[in-house]
């Protein structure tokens, strides 16, 4: 099974700071990898997939970029409405799987 | 507007069964990959089972032989049969389901149903 080890698994940051959370994967998924967020008590929501690719509707702040088996997104300048937990998840292979998630919360 | 309902959660004790449902709309069911995913309280996202448009299944290793992956797309309909079922099954499970996009992974989440089992 692939292995996706997400860091940090907390994070606490101010309005207006630039995040980067990473998401390492224990073998090559070519780049195919998603990342959600989630708010307490809702659903998780899709951010980017492809490793880059802005999904429909999500704001410009946000974006994602990839090294080898390394992934990141960053969020450029965080607004109130940021704070949640983040998930990375690769759909290279079955078992499908996700990191342990990353919150992000109030400095 | 794409929407997805589950229904059928509830309490059961171990070893009990239950059918979750989720029921679509706004799309063209039969032709989209779907999915479950769980949560426990409190944790992270756990991947349970996907069927693809034809009927093919796919199950976590925890899941297999316990867990039932199906679909009726004439009643644009995705259900999960659980038998067997554990403490450690307690979450809320999502029905989730695939992009249109090849590239892409989940874009539609409903919003669960819980599954407690405990004595």
């Known amino acids: 099974d692939i292995q996706l080890t997400q860091s940090p698994s907390t994070l606490s940051a101010s309005v207006g700071d630039r995040v980067t959370i990473t998401c390492r994967a224990s073998?090559?998924?070519?780049?195919?990898l998603a990342w959600y967020q989630q708010k307490p008590g809702k659903a998780p929501n899709l951010l980017i997939y492809?490793?880059?690719t802005l999904q429909s509707g999500v704001p410009s702040r946000f974006s994602g970029s990839a090294s080898e088996t390394e992934f990141t997104l960053t969020i450029s300048s965080l607004q109130p409405d940021d704070f949640a937990i983040y998930y990375c998840?690769?759909?290279?292979?079955?078992?499908?799987?996700f990191g342990g998630g990353t919150k992000v919360e109030i400095k | 507007e794409v929407r997805l309902v589950e229904s059928g959660g509830g309490l059961v004790k171990p070893g009990g069964s239950l059918r979750l449902s989720c029921a679509a709309s706004?799309?063209?069911?039969?032709?989209?990959?779907m999915n479950w995913v769980r949560q426990a309280r409190g944790k992270g996202l756990e991947w349970v089972s996907s069927?693809?448009?034809?009927?093919?299944?796919y199950y976590a290793d925890t899941m297999k032989g316990r867990f039932t992956i199906s679909r009726d797309n004439d009643k644009n309909s995705l259900y999960l049969q659980m038998d067997g079922l554990r403490a450690d099954d307690t979450a809320t499970y999502f029905c989730?389901?695939?992009?249109?996009?090849?590239?892409?992974?989940?874009?539609?989440w409903g919003q669960g149903t819980q599954v407690t089992v405990s004595s």
């Open positions: 073998q090559d998924i070519s780049r195919w």
């Open positions: 069927i693809t448009r034809t009927g093919y299944t």
């Open positions: 998840q690769q759909y290279k292979d079955y078992p499908l799987t």
């Open positions: 706004g799309f063209s069911f039969s032709t989209f990959r």
């Open positions: 492809k490793a880059s």
């Open positions: 989730v389901r695939d992009c249109s996009s090849t590239d892409c992974s989940h874009d539609y």
